[in-house]
C-alpha cells in the first residue's frame, strides 16, 4: 500500500513536470495572440464612447475637423526634409536681419506658443509694430497671413518682416541674399534644398524654405483626439464648453482644422470694438472693409495672449466676453464663460520633439560687423 501511494505520488509530479516541459518548449508565436488580444481590447476601450459623448461629436463635427498627422505640401513648394531643415534654420537666424539681432523666432517664439506675449513686437531699432503678432503655429491652415491678410500664403508672409523697416529692416533682398552668402553652409544648404535650380541661394527660396519649417508646426491638441473618437480626451467642463460655443454661435467664425482663419470678419459687428485701426480698409481701400480682419485661430489660444489685433485684453475670460458682446450681441455668464474657456484649453496642443530643438547656426566667413541697432 505504501509502495502504490509512492508510485501515484511520482506519477503525478511526472505529469505535472512534464506540462511545465511542453509549455516552457512551446513556440513564442503561441503567446503572442493573447498580447493582441490585450492590445486590440485597449485600443477598443479608448476609442469608446458613451452616447453623450457620441451626441457631442456629432454636433461638433459639422464645424470641426481635427489636424493633419503630417505636414502639408504644396505644388510649388513641395516639402522636403531639406527644405525643412534648412528653413528652421532661417527661422532663428538674426542674420537675416539689419542689426543681426532680429529674428522670426524673437515674434513667433516656439517656447511660447509661436507668440512673444506682447502687445506688439519689438522690431528693428527698438521700434514698436503696429499690431499684435499672431501665432504661428498652425498657421498653414489660415485662408491668408497677417490680419488684414495682404500675403496669400506663408511663403509671401516669410518675405515680408525681413524687408519690413520697423521689423527685421534689411535694406533689400540682395542684402539678405549677400549676407546668406557669406555663410559657406549655407550655399551648400540651399544646394541641397532646391537642387534643380542653377543659384539656389536666392530670396524667393529663402521665404521657401522658412514657409516648408513653418508648415511642420502643428500641434495635435485633446480636441483633435476627441474628434476621431476619443471620448476621455475631454474632461466634462470642457464638454459642456464644447456644447455652449456651439449653441451660443461662435462656430460661425471659428471653426475648421484651425478653429478660426477661415474668414475675414467685422470686429465690433454688433456692438462696436473701440480702435483706430481700420483692418482690411487699409488694404483694400472698400469701405466695406473698414475695422474687417482674419478670423484668428484659436488653437493654443489660452497661451498665446493678449489678444485682439491691438493685444489689448490679456485675460481670456474677459476675451471670450468681449466677443459675446461685438460678434453675437450677448452677454455671456461668467459660469458659461468658465466653460467655454475649459473648451478652449482643449486646443492647446504640443510640437514635436524636434520642432523644439534649437538648430546650431553656422560661422560666417565674413569679417564686416553688422551695423548697431
Known sequence: ????????????????????????????????????TRATQDTHEKTIMSETDRALLEKLKPHFKALPTQATSTATNPTTPEKVTLGKMLFYEARLSKSGAISCSSCHSLATYGVDNRPSSIGHGFQVGGRNSPTVLNADFNLAQFWDGRAADLEAQAEGPILNPIEMAMPDEA??????SSIPEYISAFKQAFPEEKTALNYKNIARAIASFERTLITPAPIDAFLNGDGKALNTEAKEGAALFVDHGCIACHSGTGIGGGSYQ???LIKPYESKDA???????KESDRAVFKVPTLRNVTHTYPYFH??????IHEAVKIMGQTQLGKDIPDDEIKKIVAFLDSFTGKLSAESKTLPILPASTSTTPHPEI
Open 1 to 36: 500500500m505504501k509502495h502504490l501511494k509512492t508510485h501515484r505520488y511520482f506519477t503525478k509530479i511526472g505529469i505535472l513536470s512534464s506540462l511545465i516541459l511542453l509549455y516552457a518548449c512551446a513556440p513564442e508565436t503561441n503567446k503572442e495572440p493573447a498580447k493582441n
Open 310 to 315: 491691438d493685444g489689448k485684453v490679456w485675460d
Open 266 to 268: 467685422k470686429f465690433g
Open 175 to 180: 542684402s539678405a541674399v549677400k549676407r546668406l
Open 279 to 285: 483692418g482690411r480698409f487699409d488694404l483694400t481701400k
